[in-house]
T-cell receptor, first 108, second 112 residues
Framework: LAKTTQPISMDSYEGQEVNITCSHN???????ITWYQQFPSQGPRFIIQ???TKVTNEVASLFIPADRKSSTLSLPRVSLSDTAVYYC?????????FGTGTRLQVFP | DVKVTQSSRYLVKRTGEKVFLECVQD?????MFWYRQDPGLGLRLIYF???????EKGDIPEGYSVSREKKERFSLILESASTNQTSMYLC???????????FGPGTRLTVL
């Protein structure tokens, strides 16, 4: 399974757009890019998944360039409740491999 | 909503004890997983199961075993608990053909 690299931490302020980039240079043709969110003392929660170009849902957008070697999770107008750890995964089976994620801290 | 429940939120055991962690899901998912989460190491897969009575080793199965006698229930067993098994244990379930996993709230196990 492809290994992902993402920043260890990011800071933002309420109302700002946050973009978290993940690199996955060895992504395979069958891999999908998936993001999970984890709040303290809770299990991770699925946010969004995509294969290429752009995917948007009510929570976030996912941008994937043509070469698929990276992806960007975009959180519009974050609030304090978006403070969490965000994990980028590349998957082609139901076996997930989590890295250490990006710890996003949102300040008032 | 999918619900994955774990038998305990917090558990304290002594070295050498046999420990059972139970996980139940209510969405008829085929797949179930056990992870442990440690600071700086992220989530690591211990065991998973694609069907009743089936089990597959994950990345760190040593010191653990699992049981899946019913589709909705997946148990993690520590045959002889050790202090290095102090961790947060997370259970998840998912559909056979899907990538999305639904996680329980976790059990924080401390082994003294």
């Amino acid at each position: 399974l492809a290994k992902t690299t993402q920043p260890i931490s990011m800071d933002s302020y309420e109302g700002q757009e946050v973009n978290i980039t993940c690199s996955h240079n060895n992504i395979a043709t069958n891999d999908y890019i998936t993001w999970y969110q984890q709040f303290p003392s809770q299990g991770p929660r699925f946010i969004i998944q995509g294969y290429k170009t752009k995917v948007t849902n009510e929570v976030a957008s996912l941008f994937i360039p043509a070469d698929r070697k990276s992806s960007t999770l975009s959180l519009p107008r974050v609030s304090l409740s978006d403070t969490a750890v965000y994990y980028c995964l590349v998957v082609n089976t139901d076996k997930l491999i989590f890295g250490t994620g990006t710890r996003l801290q949102v300040f008032p | 909503d999918v619900k994955v429940t774990q038998s305990s939120r917090y558990l304290v055991k002594r070295t050498g004890e046999k420990v059972f962690l139970e996980c139940v899901q209510d969405m008829d998912h085929e797949n179930m997983f056990w992870y442990r989460q440690d600071p700086g190491l992220g989530l690591r897969l211990i065991y998973f199961s694609y069907d009743v009575k089936m089990k597959e080793k994950g990345d760190i199965p040593e010191g653990y075993s699992v049981s899946r006698e019913k589709k909705e229930r997946f148990s993690l067993i520590l045959e002889s608990a050790s202090t290095n098994q102090t961790s947060m244990y997370l259970c998840a379930s998912g559909l056979a053909e899907g990538n999305e996993q639904f996680f329980g709230p976790g059990t924080r196990l401390t082994v003294l």
